[in-house]
């Protein structure tokens, strides 16, 4: 496959893989025992990891991918040009509605968001085209959204 396949460069997609693997280890998932890791690139090339966090109120609990762009956010970093997820399932598990609005917030219609399967590395070893990571976006995981730039749009009142 050549590098022309990717909108993510190869080596920063590497990097950011790695990095929701890495995430996934720190996930606190008693309850669910659902372990998720993400990694958000920003524009200057920094990673930031978010894992699951659940809470015994289970309201509480908050999803990995919105761990990362919370942690990204407050501390300034908004602009982003790429999303991995993983979980410990061997196929590509795909953001919760929840997380997709707070993905529709700050990040482009056609961001790369890579879905990660739990075995991506004995994959690219078996020869599977880009270990079976399934490469998605904002614009098709949440179709017709509503998004920040509808609240500035002209009102009749
Ligand atoms: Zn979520």
Redesign the pocket.
Known sequence: MSTSTFSIELTDRDRLIKAAFQAKEFAYSRYSNFRVGAALLTTTGEIIKGANIENASYGGTI?A??TAFVKAVSEGKRSFTGLAVVTDVKSAIS??G??RQVIREFCSQAMPILLVPADYEQRLAEGVPDGGVKETCIGELLPDSFGPEDLDRPRTQ
Request: proline share 14%.
């Open positions: 999803c991918e919105r953001p919760c929840m997380c």
